[in-house]
Nanobody, 128 residues
């Protein structure tokens, strides 16, 4: 089972930016570049929701509320996926998780149940 470690969260004022990173390691038999990667958020008391995902072929999907503000990308040489978050809003406040799913197609990217491995999360807090 892959190990995923998120970093880059923190507190920022509305309109600010953060870049989240997710470093992946300890894959068994397969390599990072064969995995689709996703970012999800969870607010206390609510279900985990998709934010954005990227396939092994670099196809991306994201939810409408972050389009034009958030960008997902990956660096296979570093086994790392990123979420660049710009123009942050208070409603973006949540715990953010990254996840890995082996060879997921693009139509599964925003479905958390399709991912097999999850990180521990990093908190993002946006103040008004």
């Amino acid at each position: 089972q892959a190990q995923l470690v998120e970093s880059g969260g923190g507190s920022v004022q509305a309109g600010g930016s953060l870049r989240l990173s997710c470093a992946a390691s300890k894959f068994s038999y397969v390599t990072f570049d064969q995995y689709a990667m996703g970012w999800f958020l969870q607010v206390s008391g609510k279900e985990r929701e998709a934010v954005a995902g990227i396939t092994a072929a670099d196809t991306t999907e994201s939810i409408d509320s972050v389009k034009g503000r958030f960008t997902i990308s990956r660096d296979n040489a570093k086994n790392t996926v990123y979420l660049q978050m710009n123009s942050l809003k208070p409603e973006d406040t949540a715990m953010y998780y990254c996840a890995a799913g082996w060879r997921l197609p693009s139509w599964y990217l925003l479905r958390p149940q399709e991912y097999s491995d999850w990180g521990q999360g990093t908190q993002v807090t946006v103040s008004s």
